[in-house]
């Protein structure tokens, strides 16, 4: 199978300028499109990583946003439906992307720095061609930015779950993405328990407890047969 992995950044996108504003990072995936009165609405959902302040002001803000129509938000996950106006260049890289034969591998990253990482698949490498050729086009016709990361062939491991996340409350998430983003599981390791507790202002202890539930949920979803 064919891999492409891509970033780009979109100067018109209510969630790429919203990651930088707000400094948090966004799992999400777009579940698809649809057009009526000349407006592409989109289905979404993700799930919100960052310190609590800036998540709250990053929901306060999108939900302020003119262009979305519906949201619904569970602690740090939302599900949302927002429209742009209809142009040819856009509805022509929305057939390139959302062609039935592209697999998505994972959600979609938006980075604090406003790009997006997608990592698709396909048994045609024509048709991982033409999202390049989209990609490099818009950049030219809207702004913003495309990079090329890989594109490659090989066998797919996995197909990553976005719907573990929200089964962990919001201390669980947030001692698990500390320990991730400070290499808490490298080797050799980079960070203690206890400066990771200190990053939280909650005792060492009560840190490495709220870290071990959330183990404790997530590992068993990977071992399950």
Do not use: C
């Amino acid at each position: 199978m064919w891999i492409l992995k891509f970033k780009s950044k979109e100067e018109f996108n209510i969630y790429n300028k919203r990651t930088i504003k707000f400094n948090i990072r966004i799992h999400f995936y777009s579940q698809k499109y649809y057009i009526e009165k000349n407006n592409i609405y989109f289905i979404n959902s993700g799930i919100v990583f960052g310190e609590e302040d800036n998540k709250n002001l990053f929901f306060k803000d999108l939900q302020k946003d003119k262009k979305i129509k519906e949201i619904e938000i569970n602690n740090d996950f939302f599900v949302s439906v927002y429209y742009e106006k209809v142009t040819e260049a856009r509805v022509s890289a929305l057939k390139t992307i959302y062609n039935q034969k592209i697999i998505f591998l994972k959600p979609t990253l938006f980075d604090e720095k406003g790009f997006e990482e997608w990592e698709v698949a396909s048994f045609n490498r024509t048709d991982l061609e033409d999202i390049l050729k989209q990609g490099k086009k818009l950049q030219k016709t809207i702004g913003g930015e495309f990079k090329l990361l890989s594109f490659k062939e090989k066998k797919v491991k996995d197909l990553t779950m976005q719907s573990i996340m929200p089964n962990l409350s919001t201390q669980q998430k947030k001692a698990l993405e500390l320990a991730i983003q400070n290499k808490y599981y490298g080797y050799p390791r980079k960070i203690t328990l206890k400066k990771l507790a200190a990053m939280m202002k909650i005792s060492e202890s009560t840190y490495q407890f709220h870290l071990a539930k959330a183990e404790e949920k997530i590992i068993p979803f990977f071992s399950k047969k």
